[in-house]
């Protein structure tokens, strides 16, 4: 039982690259998200999915984009990479609301 | 907007210390709370969650919470901690009817030997 599965752990940019973080669950969780964890400020939702063929923005969406491809799928990409993008990338995925099930984490580095 | 306040950034415990870790959240309707735990290098865990019902709620590893509503406040106890309990702990809201998690900055909790 995989849970919530994310790829690459690790990736290092140069500014300006692009790249696609990928998650996948295998739960049949309607709800799916993607928040960025930085030191002292906890974890910010960038965007989510409520169900399949929804996105909507977070608290910081800014230079980011995503793609509900099915509902086991929800993928985030990052179109111009910056240094401020830094981060280490956590995707979720929850049943309305009664538990958020969190993948390894993609630890990002842009330089 | 939802929003949650863990006022303790930092913590330093001996071991058998007892342990509270506040957590206050703004938000004026009903709400789904959580505490989750960040064991280092690791993904977030589930430690407990409060949805309805005694508000005293008991998770895992011996730690419990107390949700009292009056105060908008959700903390997080353990009456004697471990040196494994050493991690980073999140207090986390979301509005019953809503689909957004909302998390605290975080407590980093060291417990010394």
């Known amino acids: 039982n995989a849970g919530v599965t994310q790829t690459p752990k690790f990736q290092v940019l140069k500014t300006g690259q692009s790249m696609t973080l990928q998650c996948a669950q295998d739960m049949n969780h309607n709800s799916m998200y993607w928040y960025r964890q930085d030191p002292g400020m906890g974890l910010r939702l960038i965007y989510y999915?409520?169900?399949?063929?929804?996105?909507d923005k977070g608290e910081v969406p800014n230079g980011y984009n995503v793609s509900r491809l099915n509902k086991r799928e929800f993928s985030l990409r990052l179109e111009s990479a910056a240094p401020s993008q830094t981060s280490v990338y956590f995707c979720?995925?929850?049943?309305?609301?009664?538990?958020?099930?969190f993948g390894s984490g993609t630890r990002l580095t842009v330089v | 907007a939802q929003s949650v306040s863990q006022h303790n950034h930092h913590v330093i415990l001996s071991e058998a210390a007892s342990l509270e870790l506040g957590c206050n959240y703004s938000?004026?309707?009903?709400?789904?709370l959580f505490w989750y735990v960040q064991y280092p290098g690791q993904h977030l865990q589930l430690l407990l969650k409060y949805f309805s019902g005694d508000p005293l709620v008991k998770g895992i590893k011996g730690f419990e919470a107390e949700f009292i509503k009056s105060k908008f406040s959700f903390n997080l106890r353990k009456p004697s901690v471990q040196w494994s309990d050493t991690a980073e702990y999140f207090c986390?809201?979301?509005?019953?009817?809503?689909?957004?998690?909302?998390f605290g900055g975080g407590t980093r909790l060291m417990v010394k030997p």
């Open positions: 999915s409520a169900s399949e063929g929804t996105t």
């Open positions: 986390a809201v979301n509005a019953a009817a809503g689909n957004m998690l909302t």
């Open positions: 938000y004026g309707g009903t709400v789904n």
């Open positions: 979720a995925s929850s049943l309305n609301n009664y538990g958020y099930t």
